[in-house]
């Protein structure tokens, strides 16, 4: 019998390896911006075509490298960041495992040119399928630009697995946000499609949270820093009021290594404890500095997850910092006096010879309580910097103070007999039902058997999702146009998502058209969400939208729906009319399942009158 183990081609081995490197284009976008990283640079400009589908492009301005490394860079395994296994735990580069390259270059037609400042012409090296197509000298610029056009060409069933643009593009966002908070020192910018999305100059860790979210999260940001023999924790975590239903804006580096760990996030969550609302969650931007001896960072190809030696000691110590930043906060909120929107700049203050000061002058024959009817009486006179008040104070002064108390007792006493009265009217209407609002929160009916409640936010949930739901079936949605549009300016990732969804957000109602630089104009809005912003509007749509895609993985136009409905849906503490209540309950039993709210649990509960009298009997 022949042997039946074979040497695996090199070709194929980096497909292989490929599958769990490059999952997607965004993949590609972070393995090849931590390269330029490690290299130097500092100024980084990402391009991409059709979402990194049909080009990834990356130019730098590094070290660059010379005619043999520029062709051995793209071997499996060739790496410049290490020696020996040693090295594995005095890593402070991003990468260290040297498949990147290789893994790009077996699927995809990439091209790589690059040359040394010291060097006078540059190397142009084009490879296609791991097949080294051409190598040659040609003329480039310090640096490095590396272009990868047609990803998972020769695996059409990879490419098959790939999103829409418009998600494959909030990867890459999400990507180089991460890439772009771990090194503020660096010049970023990324064009999509001709488009400058981002355009992020050298700052400062706040200024490029600022430059990435929007300018309104320089309020929302507590900084935390602490220094301790175990780590150096230094970053920003945010306000309570803006947690957010998502967990989007949540940052953990290590060493400036974005990483993903649930226990560290656990210790941040309970530094919040009692602080946040339900189902919320923090922002948090939080740079963890230590011996790269005591963690091991080799554990995935996508180097996110890392192993300590004394994690419950970090646990503690990143709970306790976050903890005393947000009390330190609630008790002495500071004054950032580098900010240049400083208020300084708006006070002029006069010479000293110049200020004068106020004079008042007085009658001192003036007698409030002298009765005498005088017509030519004098009246009390202020004189405050030249400028003259009279004041006249009337006879009944002393009774003035009655009879706005008799009044307020007035129509006090008329607002109770209406009310009561418009109460006693609409209950005891034979055709009307016997309907009551307790706590603002429940609807009690009478019914045969005994009485109902209904829970009035989950049953109004339930009616406009049912309703949302058939407008995005059939486009039926009714606009409401604004008076006057209002202009809504997003952060990148949820313009792209935005996009993505108009087409379904249109179907509901909202009359919204682009409008500039992640911002688009909203000239009208569903009928059933009056009296709200436009702006925490979709803020809100957005998030309900992520939150039901991330946790429930419903579909597109389900999370839309479901997102929107709780959004627009009355919420428990509004009084309620009888009129009010009434359509509810018609519009709930005409629903297709009106016993089950939106999180599964009942909307309708009866009570029997066998059930009242056991109680009573016990």
């Known amino acids: 019998m022949s042997d039946i183990i074979q040497l695996l081609p090199d070709s194929v081995a980096n497909q292989i390896a490929a599958g769990e490197v490059v999952q997607r284009p965004a993949s590609a976008v972070k393995e090849l911006i931590e390269n330029s990283i490690d290299a130097g640079a500092d100024k980084i400009q990402l391009i991409v075509k059709d979402a990194g589908k049909s080009l990834i492009q990356i130019i730098d301005n590094g070290c660059g490298m010379s005619v043999t490394d520029a062709r051995m860079c793209f071997e499996r395994h060739a790496t410049s960041k290490i020696r020996k296994a040693e090295d594995l735990f005095a890593i402070r580069t991003m990468g260290f495992r040297g498949e990147a390259m290789a893994s790009i270059a077996a699927i995809a037609q990439v091209e790589l040119k690059t040359r040394r400042i010291e060097d006078e012409l540059g190397t142009c090296i084009f490879i296609e399928g791991s097949e080294v197509i051409s190598q040659e000298a040609c003329s480039a610029n310090p640096g490095t630009s590396i272009s990868i056009k047609n990803l998972f060409y020769n695996t059409p069933a990879r490419r098959n697995f790939l999103k829409s643009n418009s998600v494959e593009m909030r990867y890459i966002i999400d990507e180089l946000q991460r890439i772009a908070l771990a090194n503020p020192q660096v010049f970023f910018t990324l064009h999509h499609n001709g488009q400058e999305v981002y355009h992020l100059p050298a700052t400062t860790v706040k200024q490029r949270i600022i430059h990435l979210f929007g300018n309104n999260y320089n309020e929302r940001l507590v900084p935390v820093e602490e220094d301790t023999m175990v780590v150096k924790l230094q970053g920003f975590v945010g306000k309570p009021e803006f947690a957010r239903k998502t967990r989007g804006e949540q940052f953990f580096f290590v060493n400036n290594r974005f990483i993903k760990d649930a226990y560290l996030n656990h210790a941040v969550l309970m530094a919040f404890k009692e602080l946040l609302p339900e189902d919320t969650f923090p922002l948090y931007v939080l740079f963890i500095e230590i011996d790269p001896a005591k963690i091991d960072i080799n554990v995935h190809p996508t180097k996110t997850e890392i192993k300590y030696q004394d994690e419950q000691t970090i646990y503690a110590i990143i709970r306790s910092a976050v903890k005393r930043s947000l009390g330190r906060y609630n008790i002495t909120p500071s004054l950032d006096f580098d900010q240049e929107n400083s208020i300084g700049h708006l006070v002029t203050l006069k010479p000293l010879e110049e200020i004068v000061p106020p004079t008042i002058t007085f009658n001192p024959d003036f007698n409030p309580f002298n009765t005498n009817s005088s017509t030519d009486r004098e009246m009390p006179t202020l004189r405050n910097s030249g400028d003259y008040r009279s004041s006249p104070i009337p006879k009944n002064w002393d009774t003035l103070y009655e009879i706005s108390k008799k009044e307020d007792n007035v129509q006090h006493q008329m607002h109770e007999e209406i009310s009561i009265i ?138 839309l729906a479901r997102s929107l409905a709780r959004n627009a849906a009355t919420k428990a503490g509004i009084k309620m009319s009888l009129e009010e209540m009434n359509i509810l309950i018609d519009q709930l039993f005409a629903c297709q399942m009106p016993n089950l709210a939106l999180n599964g649990k009942l909307v309708i509960t009866t009570f029997t009158l066998n059930e009242l009298l056991e109680r009573f009997e016990k």
């Open 422 to 559: 418009a109460d006693e009217q609409e209950i005891n209407k034979p055709s009307e039902r016997q309907l009551f609002q307790i706590q603002n929160r429940f609807i009690l009916s009478q019914i045969k058997s005994g009485f109902m409640l209904i829970n009035q936010q989950a049953a109004h949930e339930r009616i406009l999702y049912e309703r949302f739901l058939q407008q995005l079936q059939n486009h039926s949605g009714v606009s409401q146009q604004s008076l006057f549009p209002q202009s809504v300016t997003l952060n990148s990732s949820d313009f792209e998502l935005l996009k993505e969804l108009l087409p379904d957000i249109r179907a509901l109602g909202f009359d919204i058209r682009e409008f500039g630089k992640n911002t688009v104009v909203v000239e009208g809005i569903p009928a059933d969400l009056n009296n709200a912003s436009e702006h925490e509007i979709l803020e809100q749509l957005l998030e309900g939208f992520k939150n039901n895609q991330s946790i429930l993985k419903l579909d597109k136009r389900d999370s």
